[in-house]
């Protein structure tokens, strides 16, 4: 098969492009007084530092076929699975064990799963064919190795990339045409297993407890949510101004990292919070559009899954910072601080880029 | 090739699945940000703003004549911010170096500035000197740190503090200020609000590790200072009040004494002090109830000042006449029951005397002629039974009986001045309104209320409360009181130069759980002066004084030289003219009359208002007693001897009088005219005398005198 390649849909590409300066400004913005008394550019630097190498990785991703990824699949799929063993014999940080120390840099296996393992549905749910009508000679070496995944990251843990994995490849798999009672048995039995996981941790139990009432828990369980609703509260319409937040002057913690959109919302208001969304309502109308229009069924499925991937962990991050949903623990994509999520949020956003090239343009 | 229809279809399923989820969250953005957005921002407001409270500056107490009594000082006070402390790692320095300035504990200071607060206060109103060393204290340079050019972490403020200039000076009405400077007894409580004036603020808006946020949003709302208040109360004669308590104190060491003096014409207190009292600048270093105002919040059963009231209902009411007769044999019987007078009798008197002599029976049957309506109603014209409304803390109401459970014994004691408690300021009060025509005045004690620049803001004015008695009656009361001075239980009240007005008293204090003390008595003076245009009166209360306890002993003399400084003090001229006071009590010096003859020297004794006691057939004095010299009182008896006794010859005789009913020292000054000796056994008044009355004994003979106790007004509990 032999396609002739066209322009890269710039939609996407200018809409990464915005989120990520959005991103590093609010870095800069929300971390500075954290950091003021010994160097209150470190996050900056490290972010643009980082924003400098996705971006390179992004346009790498563009320039590669992603058909001809094809054969490394495989590969690169069993690496992250043994990436994520390896992250386990790491001192844990905060409780969990999310990263690989190189000395220079830190790596966050979990991350490099994402992708890689929407890289590796795409491609065998492309092969599958009409056994994906079948639960256990179909699907059922999937679900298999899916739980595993999940199961390891659980071990780190991490519910939060677990459960965007989880969904990813729920939709996926739903889109490859899963039957409606298999999507059922799967929808049933994930939910019981978050809700066994949440029952056996007391931390995920105050979690929720802080998610149903804040108000009653406002010194504990429900202090982060409350800070975070007080940010965007004093945010109001316009905003109090870029740099003007005052909940990240140490009363909002992860200001800069997963609760960085409620910093976002105090400083640029409601309108600054609603294009956000808007930015990301873009993103997912212009990738799933990929899907319709590619000429393959792998690319039509990494499409769906990249874009799944990131427009669903947006969707939790903002949903958890405005109180929708409990506190889970993971970024907001292309602003966040996080090397790792922007490094493989950016390849993603390359490969669709590249499948963007052999969409047939309107 | 392409993708299946189904599988576009599926996509575009999720696709607006996702849309969907995300306008959902939207949604809750315009609930959160926008709905919701002024509470949340409000809330996380009063989160990060603290309100530091900028004090007013509290008003100054003034006395009449503008005089400080209480004013407000600026200090420092030392605060820690442990935070700062902390950053700077150099806290055990800091402790130490504070510890050694304010001669504290250094462990202590450490715990203090360390301690897990955003503020802390270290010591408050440091004097000048070691807050001026604090201010100024640095950390050395060292081998880690550099040198500092203050104490990190370590902060002053300016407060006021409340400054008593007089110390112990009216202490008991001023009350005090605590530390936070708020009011806390007496005016300082009871203009509190006038006094500390509106509290500004500062708004610190601060972040969430105890820090003040670099050019962070700070509000000031500046505070209103307090307004100064004026009293009524003169320092000057404040000052004479208070000198004579001293007196009292160290003369009869009682538990209690008070005194209070009013301009009757206005109801202004002019000076009122008591003891025990306290220093307002350390009011801890004072028990609690040296702070308390008790002619004000302490009520007692007055005894015989208070036939003041009994006479001028009556005399309103017109069932008494001056120069009613009345007898009093040592009691008078009512309802069954004896209430006995102070002396074994007075025999028959006229009502005028009858006051004079405190004479209770004249008093028991003066009130049983009001009838019980006659007499509440005066009680309560006089304002008993309710508080005077004066702008002092704590004021007690005072206890009438109900009037539906008086009965005639009942009224019989109120009379003299018993069973009914009231406050000392009631009293003095409804006294102030005999002295004032008859017009009840609201007591004050605050003149005007100017703001800190001394613009007039209020002057509170005299307050007429009602008319009780006539002005007629008043003026008849007040030249009975006047009697009772010149004459009567008053005496040694009078004031040379003055005419002063006045009632003695000594009631038998009230044991808790019923009945009268036989050993605790409350001496007191009620008084006016002058008689014919009253400028103050005056109330002193001396309560359990050791050894003497009349009221005439332990209060009249306080009140004669209260009078006395304070009418010289307010420039009120003498009224009686100087030969007048030459003549007047005490001060008639005798003359020689030896070797004069009898019929001159009768003359002479006449001319000065002294009377002449011849013993002996000559026509020549040959010796007179008392000696010349000698200072008399006015109609004092003269023995002239016309012939000087012979050797071995029958001796001279004189006729024994009578002394029951009077103390000692009357009896000193009448037997020594007469020549004679004592021997006394007992205290109190003289009850039985042995040679009995009327009989001669020979001059130089002893004379044996029993003492009671049983004296001027001290009444004896009812019998059952």
């Known amino acids: 098969m032999r396609l002739k390649k066209g322009e890269p849909d710039l939609w996407i590409f200018f809409t990464t492009m915005l989120l990520l300066v959005i991103g590093i400004v609010m870095v800069f913005s929300a971390s500075y007084y954290d950091t003021l008394e010994n160097d209150p550019y470190f996050y900056l630097r490290k972010q643009l530092m980082w924003a400098a190498l996705s971006f390179v990785a992004m346009l790498v991703m563009m320039k590669i076929d992603y058909f001809r990824l094809k054969p490394y699949i495989n590969f690169i799929f069993a690496v992250a699975f043994i990436l994520l063993i390896v992250v386990l014999f790491y001192e844990p940080v905060q409780g969990s064990r999310r990263w690989i120390k190189l000395g220079f840099i830190n790596i966050q296996p979990s991350e490099i799963m994402k992708l890689s393992l929407v890289l590796f549905l795409a491609k065998k749910l492309s092969e599958i064919g009409a056994r994906i009508k079948h639960f256990f000679t179909g699907i059922g070496p999937y679900l298999l190795l899916l739980g595993l995944v999940g199961g390891l990251i659980m071990l780190e843990p991490d519910l939060g990339t677990t459960l965007v994995i989880a969904g990813t490849a729920c939709v996926l798999l739903i889109v490859a045409g899963l039957r409606l009672r298999h999507f059922f048995v799967l929808a049933f039995s994930g939910l019981a297993v978050v809700g066994a996981l949440i029952l056996a941790d007391l931390n995920r139990i105050n979690r929720i407890i802080g998610f149903l009432d804040p108000w009653s828990h406002a010194s504990k369980e429900g202090y982060q949510l409350i800070n975070s609703l007080y940010a965007l509260g004093s945010g109001g319409l316009f905003g109090m101004g870029l740099g003007n937040s005052r909940q990240k002057l140490d009363y909002l913690p992860e200001q800069n990292t997963d609760f960085i959109y409620a910093i976002l919302g105090e400083e640029l208001g409601f309108i600054g919070a609603f294009l956000v969304v808007l930015l990301f309502c873009l993103f997912a109308w212009r990738g799933y559009r990929l899907a319709l229009t590619c000429p393959d069924l792998f690319g039509s499925f990494l499409a769906v899954g990249i874009t799944t991937t990131i427009v669903l962990q947006a969707f939790i991050n903002m949903g958890v910072v405005t109180g929708l949903l409990p506190i889970t623990g993971i970024g907001l994509p292309f602003i966040s601080y996080g090397g790792s999520s922007l490094l493989f949020s950016m390849s993603g956003v390359g490969i669709l880029l590249n499948i963007s090239r052999y969409c047939s343009n309107p | ?720």
């Open chain 2, 1 to 720: 090739m392409s993708v299946p229809i189904k599988i576009k279809k599926r996509v575009a399923g999720i696709l607006f699945f996702m849309t969907l989820l995300l306008i959902v969250l939207a949604g809750r953005l315009v609930w959160v940000q926008l709905v919701k957005g002024e509470e949340l921002r409000q809330k996380a407001f009063a989160v990060r703003f603290r309100n530091v409270e900028v004090k007013a500056k509290r008003g100054t107490i003034y006395d009449a004549q503008g005089k400080p009594l209480a004013i407000s000082i600026s200090t420092d006070s030392f605060y820690a911010n442990p935070a700062e402390v902390k950053r700077s790692k150099r806290e055990k320095e800091i402790a130490q170096k504070v510890a050694e300035i304010l001669e504290l504990e250094p462990d202590k200071v450490l715990q203090q500035i360390t301690k897990e607060q955003a503020f802390v206060w270290i010591k408050r109103h440091v004097p000048e000197e070691k807050a001026q060393k604090l201010k100024t204290a640095k950390l050395p340079a060292t081998a880690e740190f550099t040198a500092t050019n203050s104490l990190p972490g370590i902060k002053s403020v300016e407060e006021p503090e409340r400054f008593y200039p007089k110390g112990q000076l009216l202490a008991n009405v001023l009350g005090f200020a605590g530390i936070d400077h708020q009011g806390l007894y007496g005016i300082e409580k009871s203009y509190d609000q006038i006094l500390s004036g509106i509290s500004g603020t500062i708004m610190v808006e601060y972040d969430n590790r105890g820090q003040e946020i670099p050019d962070a949003l700070q509000k000031y709302i500046p505070p209103h200072d307090g307004n100064s208040i004026f009293l009524t109360i003169d320092e000057t004669i404040q000052y004479i009040v208070e000198r004579e308590l001293d007196g009292i104190m160290q003369l009869h060491s009682p538990k209690k004494a008070g005194i209070v003096v009013m301009e009757p014409k206005t109801g202004r207190v002019l000076a009122m002090g008591m003891r025990p009292a306290f220093d307002p600048n350390n009011y801890n270093d004072f028990a609690q109830v040296n702070w308390k105002n008790f002619l004000v919040s302490d009520v007692y059963e007055p005894g015989s000042t208070f036939k003041t009231v009994t006479m001028s209902g009556a005399l309103d009411e017109g069932v008494v006449n001056v120069n009613d007769r009345f007898y009093c044999g040592g009691f008078v019987q009512v309802g069954g029951r004896k209430v006995r007078c102070w002396k074994a009798s007075h025999g028959s008197q006229s009502f005028m005397e009858g006051v004079q002599n405190s004479c209770n029976p004249v008093f028991v049957t003066v009130g049983l002629r009001s009838g019980k309506d006659v007499f509440y109603r005066y009680l309560h014209g006089f304002g008993f039974g309710k508080k005077t409304g004066i702008d002092l803390p704590g004021e007690a109401t005072g206890i009438l009986l109900s009037k539906d459970k008086v009965q005639e014994i009942h009224l019989a004691t109120m009379s003299i001045g018993q069973t009914n408690a009231v406050t000392p300021l009631q009293l003095l009060t409804a006294f102030a309104a005999m002295a004032n025509e008859g017009k009840l005045m609201k007591p004050q004690i605050v003149k005007e209320i100017r703001d800190k620049e001394g613009k007039l803001m209020r002057t509170i004015e005299p307050e007429v409360v009602r008319q009780v008695i006539s002005v007629e009656t008043a003026q008849q009361v007040m030249s009975i009181l006047e009697s009772v001075v010149s004459e009567g239980t008053g005496k040694t009240a009078y004031v040379e130069g003055y005419r002063v007005g006045g009632k003695t008293g000594t009631a038998q204090k009230i044991i808790p759980g019923g009945g009268y003390s036989t050993s605790e008595y409350i001496g007191s003076f009620l008084g006016v002066a002058p008689v014919n245009d009253p400028r103050m009166v005056c109330l002193v209360v001396v309560d359990s004084p050791e050894g003497m306890y009349y009221g005439s002993q332990v209060a009249a003399p306080a009140f004669r030289n209260i009078v006395r400084d304070t009418l010289r003090y307010l420039q009120v001229p003498a009224q009686i003219e100087p030969e007048k006071i030459a003549n007047n009590l005490h001060s008639i010096e005798l003359p020689s009359l030896v070797d004069l003859q009898v019929s001159e020297a009768v003359k002479i004794l006449s001319q000065k208002k002294l009377k002449a006691d011849i013993l002996g057939q000559g026509t020549k004095v040959k010796a007179q007693l008392p000696l010349a010299g000698t200072k008399v009182v006015e109609g004092s008896k003269v023995v002239l001897y016309t012939s000087v006794p012979a050797a071995g010859a029958e001796p001279e005789t004189v006729v024994v009088p009578d002394f029951t009913g009077k103390n000692i020292v009357e009896v000193k000054e009448e037997v020594k005219m007469l020549n004679l000796n004592f021997d006394i056994q007992g205290s109190g008044v003289v009850s039985r005398q042995e040679p009995e009355p009327g009989q001669q004994v020979p001059l130089g003979s002893t004379i044996n005198l029993y003492l009671e106790t049983l004296s001027e007004d001290v009444l004896y509990p009812i019998g059952p």
